[in-house]
């Protein structure tokens, strides 16, 4: 069987797709990162390697008010980016809820 593998645009995680999974999928469905909760929409369902993500957002939960909320790749492009305590870079949100300055971190993608 086949293995599909897509890597989260967000994180870097890899996300396998078997056969089955594949079949399930069609275009306009969405699936999430296990590892960082991004959504990406499928945009392409073909056979073998033809296959299309478009990243939606990332699905975050708020430290202050506890309210799930959504980052988009637009929210992200216009967040500062600040250098946190332990040196790591993080995007600085605010929270459409409470309005708390949410820093987050993402894994850089390892290169190779
Ligand atoms: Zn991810
Ligand atoms: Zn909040």
């Known amino acids: 069987m086949a293995i599909l593998e897509i890597e989260c645009p967000v994180c870097a995680e ?4 078997d056969d089955a999974d594949r079949d399930e999928l069609a275009v306009g469905d969405v ?3 296990d ?3 991004a959504e990406m ?3 392409r369902n073909g056979e073998g390697e033809d296959f ?3 990243l939606l957002g990332v699905l975050t939960a708020c430290p202050r008010c506890g309210e ?3 980052v988009t790749e637009d929210m992200l492009a216009a967040a500062p980016v600040i250098e946190a305590e332990d040196g790591a870079e993080v995007s ?7 309005r708390a300055r949410i820093e987050l971190e993402f894994d850089e993608p390892l290169e190779g």
């Not at 890899?14 to 797709?17: A, I």
């Not at 600085?92 to 409470?98: K, L, Q, R």
């Open 14 to 17: 890899v996300l396998e797709l």
């Open 92 to 98: 600085v949100v605010d929270c459409p809820h409470c």
């Open 31 to 33: 699936i999430v990162c």
């Open 41 to 43: 929409e499928v945009t």
């Open 35 to 37: 590892s960082c909760s």
């Open 68 to 70: 799930e909320f959504e």
């Open 52 to 54: 299309e993500l478009e």
